[in-house]
């Protein structure tokens, strides 16, 4: 078995002490980074899910192995952020109204952190008005992001967006979305202005988002 590849058993197992530690035996090999993320770390949590689909685990596995992923990630996260020398901008970011999952949204930011900007995480189950309230209380901030994982919570994102709408705050903020769910025409639906499919695109697509907020 290949490092990645226990890496990847690890997290699906959720054997959260010793993921750092092989995490780190990955890096010390030659791993990339990206290579532990996607091929180890992500491909187990797509197992994960499918086995919580169907009903061979359930919740209390699934959030062991979230767990997992997050103590291999503290180990990827000086990796995986880039040099950003020069401040990009705020950005803030959150995941959606009922909406409890993280890991993704955790990387999103990290990811956008490193292309430079200052990121300001209000966390995770977040409502309308809090996403309100903070581009109020920051209003050089340009870019609101929104990231939801389930179906159910979906509708959070249009919520969110027409409530930027009715307190007269859309023209001043470009909004991108995301998540497993979300998709481009869902985006052009809710009247997003971006729409990226993970970590590493959302943050070309905060560049380039501010990048046309300065035309
Ligand atoms: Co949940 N869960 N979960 N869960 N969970 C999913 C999402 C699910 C697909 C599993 C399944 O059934 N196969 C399913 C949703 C089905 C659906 O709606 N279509 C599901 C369900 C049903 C539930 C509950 C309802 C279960 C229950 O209670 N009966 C419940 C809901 C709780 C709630 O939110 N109110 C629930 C709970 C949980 C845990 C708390 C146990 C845990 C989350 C822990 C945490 O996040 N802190 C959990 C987990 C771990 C998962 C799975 C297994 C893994 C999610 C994950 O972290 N993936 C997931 C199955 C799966 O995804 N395969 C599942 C890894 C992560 C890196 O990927 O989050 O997709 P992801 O992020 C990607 C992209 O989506 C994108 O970039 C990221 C990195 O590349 N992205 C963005 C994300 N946000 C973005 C924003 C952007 C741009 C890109 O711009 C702003």
């Given at each position: ?96 109204a ?60 249009k ?31 809710v ?13 070309e ?11």
């Amino acid at each position: 078995m290949s490092k990645i590849e226990e890496v990847a058993a690890a997290v699906e197992k959720g054997k959260v002490k010793i993921v750092a530690g092989l995490v780190q035996e990955a890096l010390d090999e030659g791993a990339s980074a990206a290579e532990i993320l996607n091929t180890g770390m992500i491909g187990a949590m797509a197992v994960v899910g499918e086995k919580f689909k169907n009903n061979e685990i359930f919740v209390p596995e699934m959030l062991i192995a979230a767990r997992a992923m997050k103590k291999g990630v503290e180990v990827l996260t000086p990796h995986l952020k880039a040099a950003g020398t020069e401040s990009a901008g705020k950005l803030i970011l959150g995941t959606i109204a009922g909406d409890l999952h993280d890991i993704g949204k955790n990387l999103v930011g990290m990811m956008i952190e490193g292309a430079g900007f200052e990121v300001i995480d209000l966390g995770v189950d977040v409502p309308a008005e809090k996403f309100i309230e903070a581009m109020k209380e920051n209003p050089d901030c340009k870019i609101v992001a929104l990231s939801a994982l389930l179906t159910t919570t979906m509708p959070a994102i249009k919520d969110t967006i027409d409530a930027i709408v009715a307190a007269g705050l859309r023209d001043t903020v470009k909004i991108m979305i995301g998540g497993a769910p979300v998709t481009q025409a869902f985006a052009d639906e809710v009247g997003a202005d971006g729409y990226s499919e993970d970590a590493a695109s959302a943050a070309e697509l905060a560049k380039k988002l501010k990048a046309d907020w300065e035309k």
